[in-house]
């Protein structure tokens, strides 16, 4: 009776195919159903949403610098980050009801307060922020009522931090993977980028005043790469469409000018052009930081490779402990 090819290969033959045949199994690739990703992207406008996350962690942090310089007798500067904090918060609550379509649905969330909610808090600090910080403006600005603009200001840097950080954690309480693994640092890079554009906002008053505005620029650069770069290592391959693509693009010249705005101030210190130019860097980089966060995890959620590998690992690694 002959034997068919079906029967086990000799030791010739796998001699043979360790020799650099082609494995009969193809690489795997990752797909779903209909050729669809596996979690659905958000569907957030990057205009909206980028401007959303970029104003808002401007105008907390402008809200602090306004009320340390109206502490410390810096007149210029006060007027400069209140307009910021105020002009900052208004755009930022303008992108956040663009992308909700209807005032009300703002008005909706209001309703109640969920403290385990990343949205729900930040509406409620980005609600009372906003005219909190306008009529802290309108009086840096006009010179009357200073002692409620005194409360107001205070008032608004009391929830700036807020207002610069939240943003982070509402995003990582996603499901998109670049967004969620990246949740330990997230919210202190935001917060860094916040005080980096505010500080960068700063620079544009006379330099003897802008040194408060100085100092927080270029500390809030260095930990904006620094925890970046902390975020990128721990999370291994979902931090991919980070450094690759558009997102990849933005992320890379936001380094650039946060590395070259830092420099500048610091260079530039007594002359209030090269120190304003290097505040336009700063403003600009925390704006690209944000779209390309944002623009990253678009990415990882509309490739399916991002949630399977990592959830696999989850299971391997469960397995490997519970053995």
Same mark, same amino acid.
């Given at each position: 009776?002959?034997?068919?090819?079906?029967?086990?290969?000799?030791?010739?033959?796998?001699?043979?195919?360790?020799?650099?045949?082609?494995?009969?199994?193809?690489?795997?690739?990752?797909?779903?159903?209909?050729?669809?990703?596996?979690?659905?992207? &958000?569907?957030?406008?990057?205009?909206? +949403?980028?401007?959303?996350?970029?104003?808002?962690?401007? !105008?907390?942090?402008?809200?602090?610098?306004?009320?340390?310089?109206? %502490?410390?007798?810096?007149?210029?500067?006060?007027?400069?980050?209140?307009?910021?904090?105020?002009?900052?918060?208004?755009?930022?609550?303008?992108? /956040?009801?663009?992308?909700?379509?209807?005032?009300?649905?703002?008005?909706?969330?209001?309703? +109640?307060?969920?403290?385990?909610?990343?949205?729900? +808090?930040?509406?409620?600090?980005?609600? &009372?922020?906003?005219?909190?910080?306008?009529?802290?403006?309108? #009086?840096?600005?006009?010179?009357?009522?200073?002692?409620?603009?005194?409360? !107001?200001?205070?008032?608004?840097?009391? %929830?700036?931090?807020?207002?610069?950080?939240?943003?982070?954690?509402?995003?990582?309480?996603?499901?998109? &993977?670049?967004?969620?693994?990246?949740?330990?640092?997230? &919210?202190?890079?935001?917060?860094?980028?916040?005080?980096?554009?505010?500080?960068?906002?700063?620079?544009?008053?006379?330099?003897?005043?802008?040194?408060?505005?100085? +100092?927080?620029?270029?500390?809030?650069?260095?930990?904006?790469?620094?925890?970046?770069?902390?975020?990128?290592?721990?999370?291994? /391959?979902?931090?991919?469409?980070?450094?690759?693509?558009?997102?990849?693009?933005?992320?890379?010249?936001?380094?650039?000018?946060?590395?070259?705005?830092?420099?500048?101030?610091?260079?530039?210190?007594? #002359?209030?052009?090269?120190?304003?130019?290097?505040?336009?860097?700063? /403003?600009?980089?925390?704006?690209?930081?944000?779209?390309?966060?944002?623009?990253?995890?678009?990415?990882?959620?509309?490739?399916?490779?991002?949630?399977?590998?990592?959830?696999?690992?989850?299971?391997?690694?469960?397995?490997?402990?519970?053995?």
């Amino acid at each position: 009776m002959s034997h068919h090819s079906t029967d086990a290969p000799t030791g010739r033959t796998r001699r043979r195919r360790r020799g650099g045949e082609q494995p009969m199994v193809p690489r795997a690739e990752f797909g779903s159903y209909y050729g669809k990703p596996i979690l659905n992207p &958000p569907v957030w406008a990057a205009a909206d +949403v980028g401007g959303y996350l970029f104003f808002g962690g401007l !105008a907390g942090a402008s809200a602090v610098i306004a009320a340390g310089a109206r %502490l410390t007798q810096r007149p210029r500067l006060a007027r400069i980050s209140s307009a910021g904090a105020a002009g900052a918060g208004l755009l930022s609550f303008a992108a /956040l009801i663009h992308d909700l379509g209807r005032p009300d649905r703002f008005l909706n969330m209001l309703r +109640v307060l969920k403290p385990t909610s990343p949205m729900s +808090v930040g509406t409620w600090v980005l609600g &009372p922020f906003v005219p909190l910080a306008a009529v802290a403006a309108a #009086s840096s600005l006009t010179g009357r009522f200073r002692g409620l603009g005194r409360l !107001a200001g205070t008032s608004a840097a009391v %929830l700036g931090p807020a207002v610069s950080a939240y943003t982070g954690a509402l995003i990582a309480n996603t499901a998109v &993977p670049a967004w969620h693994d990246a949740h330990r640092e997230l &919210p202190f890079v935001f917060t860094a980028s916040s005080a980096a554009a505010a500080g960068g906002l700063g620079l544009f008053a006379p330099t003897t005043e802008s040194a408060p505005a100085r +100092v927080l620029a270029v500390a809030g650069a260095g930990c904006e790469v620094l925890a970046f770069e902390q975020m990128r290592h721990r999370m291994g /391959l979902t931090a991919e469409p980070y450094g690759t693509g558009p997102a990849g693009r933005l992320i890379k010249t936001g380094t650039a000018l946060s590395v070259a705005g830092a420099l500048g101030a610091v260079l530039g210190r007594r #002359s209030r052009l090269a120190s304003a130019a290097s505040g336009a860097a700063l /403003l600009a980089a925390s704006l690209c930081t944000r779209l390309g966060i944002f623009r990253g995890g678009v990415a990882s959620a509309e490739d399916p490779k991002y949630t399977v590998i990592p959830q696999r690992e989850r299971l391997r690694a469960a397995a490997e402990e519970e053995s």
